[in-house]
């Protein structure tokens, strides 16, 4: 049996786009029509009608703490218009959580962008962050009494890989130079943030926030192992998984660290290119491990070295997300159980831990792979948006009761 510390945070995470339904001012709904997506998402998981529903099945989970994102599209639809409806629908969404006494950890960024921003050049152009941070400022206002922990930005090297390199997700760039650039606008988005949060709650007398990223963190595997396969896992770890972390902790702008694991990579190196050197993987390594069903290898001590990894910055982490999309929901526990064991032997190793949000609450949209992967605890069915909660939930639901994982 292990033991968790007092206090800890449990919970599961979602975000507005995948789960909320007709999003339709955001870049990924034109994104969808315009490349003609088999799935769009539509009405999702009908969430943004749904959520007191959804929010007594965490209660009744024994959750104390749940993550959700913010709309930017819904409360500024247009550059010049803020919709006060909106932002009273998420003060709505916010209550709803505070009077199950569920600790709301609130993401301003989660993937997608209005279209106006995008069309203005989005995380490309110099005025982004000043943009990002009228938005910001309107919700903080709106929100900052209820809220303690904020996430400025999710993931934004998966959106820079993704959208800026690997040209897969909107805008669909293929260039390091502009993402370069958009990653140096999305930190200073993030510290004006930061900064911005920091001084309405001192102004306001309302505590100390806790402002971060939710940073995805792979754990880089070499295989074979050769030179320079281990050149490359270095240099990915350092610019994939820690780069943003010492620029914002030199720019004193991250309270805690968010973390979102769930899986390796595995180098492989094929050329001497720097395309080379930064995306070459392999599908074949040496040691294969069982996968979920987008291809994912399962690699639950890839969570206890990076953690131990990150030890160095002497800041507490907060798990945002972890989790699995599986039709086998047996694999989906024996995930939870392993990472979670990972998780505590981190904890044992001397690393500050606050909680743990598994990815994800609903089954919900994938962004381009649709509705096919199947990551939630509770599983939608999208013809009726019945929820059913599924065996894994009410496993996990036990160490959220108790804190202790037997
Ligand atoms: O669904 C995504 C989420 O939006 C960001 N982190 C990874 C999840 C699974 O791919």
């Given at each position: 049996m292990i033991k968790f510390p007092e206090g800890f945070l449990w919970g599961a995470a979602t975000s507005a786009y995948q789960v909320e339904g007709?999003?339709?001012?955001?870049d990924w709904w034109e994104w969808e029509i315009v490349t003609g997506?088999?799935?769009?998402?539509?009405?999702?998981?009908c969430h943004y009608e749904l959520f007191e529903q959804d929010f007594d099945i965490v209660k009744g989970l024994h959750h104390n703490a749940h993550r959700l994102s913010i709309e930017w599209a819904r409360i500024?639809?247009?550059?010049?218009t803020f919709s006060d409806l909106e932002l009273a629908h998420y003060l709505q969404v916010i209550l709803a959580l505070k009077e199950r006494n569920i600790e709301p950890v609130v993401?301003?960024?989660?993937?997608t962008n209005p279209i106006w921003f995008s069309r203005l050049?989005?995380?490309?152009?110099?005025?982004s962050a000043g943009y990002f941070l009228r938005y910001c400022n309107k919700v903080v206002e709106a929100l900052g009494k209820h809220v303690q922990f904020w996430v400025t930005i999710n993931e934004p090297m998966v959106l820079i890989s993704h959208g800026?390199?690997?040209?897969?997700?909107?805008?669909?760039k293929k260039s390091f130079l502009k993402a370069w650039v958009a990653t140096g606008n999305m930190v200073n988005a993030h510290v004006e943030a930061y900064r911005f949060i920091h001084s309405y709650y001192k102004r306001n007398n309302l505590g100390r926030p806790r402002v971060s990223i939710a940073h995805n963190m792979m754990a880089f595997v070499a295989s074979p192992e050769n030179l320079k396969n281990n050149i490359a896992s270095k240099l990915r770890q350092q610019w994939f998984n820690l780069a943003i972390l010492d620029k914002l902790i030199r720019r004193k702008s991250l309270d805690y660290i968010g973390v979102n694991y769930y899986t390796r990579s595995v180098v492989d190196v094929g050329g001497w290119s720097l395309r080379n050197f930064s995306l070459d993987t392999s599908r074949k390594p040496e040691k294969p491990l069982p996968k979920n069903t987008m291809g994912w290898d399962i690699y639950p001590q890839g969570l206890y070295s990076l953690l131990t990894g990150i030890k160095k910055y002497n800041l507490p982490v907060f798990i945002l997300e972890n989790g699995i999309c599986t039709l086998d929901d047996g694999q989906r526990w024996n995930y939870i159980r392993d990472h979670l064991t990972q998780l505590h032997r981190a904890i044992n190793s001397g690393v500050n831990v606050l909680g743990y949000l598994y990815w994800s609450l609903l089954d919900n949209?994938?962004?381009?792979?649709?509705?096919?992967?199947r990551f939630g605890i509770v599983e939608m069915?999208?013809?009726?948006?019945k929820r059913t909660v599924r065996e894994s939930a009410k496993k996990y639901s036990e160490v959220c009761r108790t804190g202790t994982l037997i």
């Open positions: 007709d999003n339709s001012n955001s997506q088999k799935d769009r998402s539509g009405k999702a998981c500024q639809p247009q550059e010049h993401t301003l960024h989660h993937f050049g989005g995380w490309e152009n110099k005025a800026y390199i690997m040209g897969q997700w909107p805008p669909q949209f994938e962004w381009d792979k649709g509705f096919g992967p069915d999208y013809a009726n948006f």
